[in-house]
């Protein structure tokens, strides 16, 4: 390690088993110097093992709804009482939905599974940075990041109104990432990471053949949740003082990709195939 957060101070929002993306972020944090708070709905926390990881880390467990602004508060409140101080840097990893979870299609969506679905996945990103600033809660020069996806830019069958909550929280980045840039130098970026094997992930329909073909699009392969927390650590050290409102894609090239060699010889063999489909199949 290279001790690239030695003595930084931050919240982790999302960590709930070894799975998690963020519990990745938060050992490689700790590994590379920094202290931090960790926080969880009340609800996740009691199915996932989060106590684990705090004992590993040093860490306390704060428990906070993200889409409550008094929770937030709260959090805010007894992170700075136990650390005496401000914060350098947080971690939005937090993203749920509803219709998802319930099979609802994008053309059938419960509109109320919606509205949580933008509340929990995206505006609760705002809510966040909204009381960090009211609070003061971020040192200068402070980082903020948080996880999305490219289907923010590109339709994914299957997403979901998931795609729409990451298209509101990149703009939300770029919004406050003005605002706190120009008046606190605060940074804030979100991290489009590859598909990733996550608990949240498992339950996306066709999880399973959506890392398989990003896989065979990426020319670097399917980025980590090892690698991810590395990438997010470099984002939340002093190195990168001057990168503030990007959405900056960690898919191994994926982003960047129309067609390769190997998904399209995957392509070919489907469509040189005898097998028969029913429209229902092949929709």
Not at 27 to 34: I, K, Q, S
Request: aromatic share 10%; with cysteine.
């Amino acid at each position: 390690m290279y001790n690239l957060l030695k003595g930084k101070k931050g919240i982790i929002f999302g960590a709930l088993d070894e799975k998690s993306i963020a519990w990745k972020i938060a050992e490689r944090a700790y590994e590379n110097g920094a202290r931090f708070v960790l926080t969880n709905t009340p609800v996740a926390m009691r199915f996932g093992n989060v106590k684990d990881l705090a004992d590993k880390c040093e860490s306390i467990v704060v428990p906070a709804d993200a889409t409550s602004v008094e929770d937030i508060e709260n959090l805010f409140k007894q992170t700075m009482e136990h650390f005496g101080g401000k914060i350098d840097f947080i971690l939005h990893s937090i993203g749920m939905s509803p219709n998802v979870r319930k099979g609802n299609t994008y053309d059938h969506l419960n509109y109320e599974f919606y509205l949580k679905t933008l509340d929990i996945s995206g505006m609760s990103f705002h809510k966040v940075l909204q009381a960090a600033r009211k609070m003061d809660a971020i040192n200068d020069w402070g980082s903020v990041v948080a996880l999305s996806y490219v289907a923010a830019q590109r339709t994914f069958y299957g997403y979901n109104d998931m795609a729409d909550a990451k298209a509101l929280l990149e703009s939300i980045a770029r919004s406050f990432g003005y605002i706190y840039g120009r008046d606190k130098k605060i940074r804030i970026n979100t991290v489009s990471q590859s598909p990733t094997m996550t608990t949240a992930g498992s339950g996306v329909k066709g999880i399973d053949a959506l890392l398989d073909f990003s896989e065979r699009m990426s020319p670097l392969g399917n980025a980590t949740a090892d690698e991810c927390a590395d990438y997010c650590i470099t984002l939340f050290s002093d190195l990168t003082k001057k990168v503030t409102m990007q959405n900056l894609y960690h898919d191994g090239g994926f982003s960047s990709m129309g067609m390769s060699l190997k998904a399209m010889d995957m392509y070919n063999k489907g469509v040189n195939c005898d097998c028969e489909h029913t429209e229902e199949e092949l929709d």
